[in-house]
């Protein structure tokens, strides 16, 4: 019998040339590389950083093996590729793809980088495997919901090994078998998402790539995958549920996924950001201490992630911070926007921060949830001590597909991310880099640009 969903997907890794696209094409595949290594750098420095390099030295080599980003040694190519992940999502800053389950595209591109210093690969190889890896995690969104029991992280593992593939240069039937493997051994739980968050908010995803990776790696060296991992009796589609729209995953190459995803224009949580662009505009035209009360209009899935337990009203941990709607709100009424550095443990328990979360009701609109995720309306009413209402509703996020960041505004948020990390110069000709990596021969350039000198 023949895996029909396997063979979808390896011919779309196939298919898919680099050389090929359009201008638009290349020029946004290198912006969401430019993004997620601001968020790379930009951990670097947080204790996080800290912790990637005591677990990334436990498997430090001397050769062929993978750079930690950040430094000039390498570990083990998964180990590297985990760190360089966990770093990359750390401040919850990198991209957004929104599908019938959604989730963070640019999670893939460690294992990108991975297969593409380990097989001495080009710039084109790099830019073949983040599309593949974009395009498959789309495509994968979009013909399944995944929630409330499965983590989205569950598909990164997929297309991580689609992507890790592409990059090391499998022929099709070992990239067969890296997907198969990649499939049929990482389910993930939504339990990650729920309740207080803990390090592993950050590190769910990253550890699917490294999955990914392995899975290519183990491919490459020879070794097979089972039999129908998406389509035989206890293969994957009866694991997680039948895909809601199987045609998405072999429409053809055109529209690429990667041009659909958002880059974040704040660090939070993706499903609160048009609420924050509301509150941005509203907190112009309205005193703090003039606040009576605050009501947000929104879709139930921000609800159950950012405002439905005890701790999302109390956050303790960063990661439940930056995926608390009363926190990230109140921080931007109070600061004008929210960035990494609102998220330090002593800024959690401000009293003036959790006197405007006091403030804050949440409420369902029914027609804004069935919208979602096509449409991402919310909508901020305030009401003062006088009674004035001032009321703000925003559609689309800044960064949304439909309200994308200009170039200047993508480069200006990588300066912000790195500043405290790269010297100006470093970091100006790493923006260089990038974004001719077309034409690089190798990643060597790129992965030396990338280094922070500890001071």
């Known amino acids: 019998m023949i895996d029909q969903t396997l063979e979808t997907i390896v011919e779309t890794v196939g298919k898919l040339d680099s050389k090929k696209v359009s201008k638009e094409v290349l020029e946004q595949t290198k912006l969401r590389i430019l ?32 750079t930690l980003l950040g430094t000039n040694w390498q570990s083990s190519p998964d180990i590297a ?6 770093l990359g999502r750390y401040l919850d800053f990198n991209d957004q793809y929104s599908g019938k389950t959604t989730g963070h595209p640019s999670d893939i591109i460690p294992a990108v980088l991975a297969a593409t210093e380990l097989s001495q690969g080009d710039g084109h190889s790099v830019i073949a495997g983040t599309l593949v890896g974009y395009e498959l995690f789309g ?27 592409k990059s090391l240069g499998l022929d099709e039937q070992s990239t067969k078998h890296a997907i198969s493997i990649a499939t049929v051994s990482n389910l993930s ?6 309740g207080e968050l803990s390090h592993w908010k950050a590190g769910a995803f990253p550890n699917a790539s490294r999955q990914g990776l392995f899975a290519a790696l ?21 694991a997680v549920g039948q895909p809601d729209d199987s045609s998405c995953l072999s429409s053809p190459l055109g529209k690429y996924k990667l041009l659909e995803t ?10 609160d950001l048009s609420a924050v662009d509301a509150i941005i505009e509203l907190r112009e035209r309205v005193l703090i201490d003039d606040i009576e009360s605050i009501l947000v209009h929104t879709y139930q899935y921000s609800i159950d992630l950012t405002a439905d337990v005890p701790s999302k009203w109390r956050p303790q941990t960063r990661e439940t ?45 029914p027609i804004y949830s069935k919208n979602f995720p096509q449409i991402q309306t919310q909508r901020v009413e305030i009401t003062t001590k006088s009674g004035d209402q001032l009321v703000k509703e925003v559609d689309y996020p800044t960064g949304h597909p439909c309200k994308p960041m200009s170039l200047s505004q993508i480069e200006a948020k990588f300066y912000r991310l790195v500043k405290d990390a790269l010297p100006s110069n470093q970091a100006k000709d790493l923006v260089s880099e990038i974004m001719g990596i077309e034409s690089s021969t190798s990643l060597k350039d790129a992965l030396r640009l990338l280094v922070v000198e500890d001071k």
Request: proline share 4%.
């Open 321 to 365: 911070a930056d995926h608390s709607m009363p926190y990230i709100l109140a921080t931007t009424l109070l600061e004008g926007f929210v960035d990494p550095k609102h998220y330090a443990l002593d800024r959690l328990n401000d009293s003036e921060v959790h006197s405007l979360m006091d403030r804050i009701r949440v409420t369902e609109n």
């Open 189 to 194: 739980l939504d339990q990650t998402r729920r």
């Open 218 to 238: 183990l491919a490459k060296d020879g070794l097979t995958g089972p039999d129908m991992p998406f389509d035989g009796a206890h293969g994957f589609w009866n």
């Open 35 to 66: 993004d997620y290594l601001g968020c790379v750098v930009g951990a670097f420095k947080e204790p996080v950083g800290s912790l990637v390099k005591q677990i990334a030295g436990r498997s430090r080599l001397s050769s062929n093996g993978v």
């Open 139 to 165: 495509r994968l969104c979009d013909s399944i919901t995944l929630k409330p029991k499965w983590d989205h992280v569950t598909l990164g593992a997929i297309a991580a090994a689609g992507a890790a593939a």
């Open 262 to 271: 958002a880059i974040k224009a704040h660090s939070a949580c993706y499903l």
């Open 81 to 86: 590729c985990f760190g360089n992940g966990l």
